[in-house]
Nanobody
Framework: QVWLAESGGGLVQAGDSLRLSCAAS????????MAWFRQTPGKEREFVAA????????LYADSVKGRFTISRDSAKNTVYLQMVGLAPEDTAIYYC???????????????????WGQGTQVTVSQ
């Protein structure tokens, strides 16, 4: 059974940096698209970034482009989200997600992902 476990969240100040990690189980990690989403209370879970199985292709939400970087280490079955220049509006629970099929296209839609982690809280203060 596939599982995902996020870590690295915390409380930081505006302008700080933070790196989130997502450890994944499963032998097919290197072939599946991985993504990060985030959610705040009362709002829909929104797309943040996605990366292809090979790591060569990435996709970002406009709100984080230029500030966040998604990467992966297939040897460690881990995907990362490096966040710089954090702002209070980045405060959210951040979720890692895995596509249902191997070699799936990058997508911002939640329906493209079938496995989700429990989330890690990121809080950015003024």
């Amino acid at each position: 059974q596939v599982w995902l476990a996020e870590s690295g969240g915390g409380l930081v100040q505006a302008g700080d940096s933070l790196r989130l990690s997502c450890a994944a189980s499963g032998r097919t990690f290197s072939s599946v698209t991985m993504a990060w989403f985030r959610q705040t209370p009362g709002k829909e879970r929104e797309f943040v970034a996605a990366i292809s199985g090979s790591g060569r292709r990435t996709l970002y939400a406009d709100s984080v482009k230029g500030r966040f970087t998604i990467s992966r280490d297939s040897a460690k079955n881990t995907v990362y989200l490096q966040m710089v220049g954090l702002a209070p509006e980045d405060t959210a629970i951040y979720y890692c997600a895995q596509s249902a099929q191997s070699f799936a296209p990058l997508t911002q839609g939640r329906s493209g992902y079938s496995v989700w982690g429990q989330g890690t809280q990121v809080t950015v203060s003024q």
